[in-house]
């Protein structure tokens, strides 16, 4: 059961930001541990220092803080996974915390994943525990159906719902039936021809109109090999603009479009499933021009 619309709450966590014709409510995320303090405690209670020994509890820990970008963490979880360390040995799960490690430069994880393979398959459940629970919880009661559908789908396509969350409510503002001037429809705004190139048939239908949004999503980070910036711009103006313009186009919309996206997900990089398509050919181009 969703917890009823609560004005406090709403006063507390709740920012409506209009622009564009566009609004969102931003729910500013509740504080939380730091990663290297959630770390400690997770190697403690691996170790069992001073405490029962509890693998599974230790690796939830290590999981938060992976989730905040602690590179020692991502490899921790490696190398649990990768040796059986408390718990039945799984490569493939060792592969995406490799995977992750390695794209922060850690010196072991690149080895490791040589060993392991490269991951397959859906994001570890772990990383969205606490994902968008935050928005769902303050979210107007009118909304919340909807903003809830799109947490639960979320994972199916490897999409922290944080994003999935920041893209619709910027989009529409969580309306289903919200059509703009372009004829961009639902919930994730699809133009026609988003809409025909992942299969949506029924665009004001929320929960077709979230699974094709959260499939160009997927794609486009697959794309732009897991660059948010670089997503939501072209979420926003096409991947075509984005590689012409070799970064996000010098649109006035589309720079306030990755700005709101990116107060409410503040992760530069996002996992993303390689095999869905090839990178943009203009990405290290694009790279070189960001550094």
């Avoid at 190697?43 to 001073?50: D, I, K, N, P, T």
């Avoid at 080895?111 to 769902?136: A, N, S, W, Y």
């Avoid at 029924?202 to 999503?217: F, H, M, S, T």
Wanted: aromatic share 8%; with cysteine; proline share 7%.
């Amino acid at each position: 059961m969703l917890p009823a619309f609560n004005s406090t709450l709403i006063a507390r966590f709740l920012l409506i930001v209009s622009l564009g014709g566009c609004a969102f409510a931003q729910a500013a995320p509740a504080a939380e541990k730091s990663a290297e303090s959630l770390r400690a405690e997770a190697a403690r209670l691996e170790q069992g220092s001073g405490t029962s020994r509890n693998t599974a509890q230790a690796v939830k820990l290590y999981c938060q803080a992976a989730d905040q970008g602690d590179e020692k963490a991502q490899f921790r979880l490696g190398w649990i996974y990768a040796n059986g360390v408390g718990l039945p040995r799984d490569d493939n799960m060792a592969a995406y915390f490799f995977g992750m490690a390695a794209q922060q430069g850690h010196p072991q994880a690149e080895r490791m994943l040589r060993l392991v393979g490269r991951h397959q398959g859906p994001t570890p459940e772990c990383l969205f525990d606490t994902e968008g629970k935050d928005i769902v919880a303050n979210t107007p009661a009118s909304r919340q159906k909807v903003v809830a559908l799109i947490t639960r789908l979320a994972p199916e396509y490897g999409i922290y719902p944080r994003l999935a969350l920041a893209i619709a409510g910027t989009e529409s503002a969580f309306n289903p039936q919200a059509v703009s001037p372009k004829n961009a429809q639902g919930l994730m705004q699809l133009i026609p021809e988003t809409a025909e190139r992942f299969n949506v048939r029924k665009p004001l239908d929320p929960e077709q109109n979230v699974r094709g949004g959260l499939a160009y999503l997927r794609w486009l980070l697959a794309y732009f090999e897991g660059n948010v910036t670089l997503a939501a711009a072209a979420y926003n103006a096409g991947e075509g603009a984005v590689d012409r313009y070799t970064g996000i186009p010098p649109y006035p919309e589309t720079r306030a479009y990755v700005g709101r996206i990116l107060q409410v997900f503040k992760k530069e990089i996002h996992p993303f499933d390689a095999s869905i398509t090839a990178p943009s050919p203009r990405l290290g181009r694009i790279v070189l021009k960001q550094t």
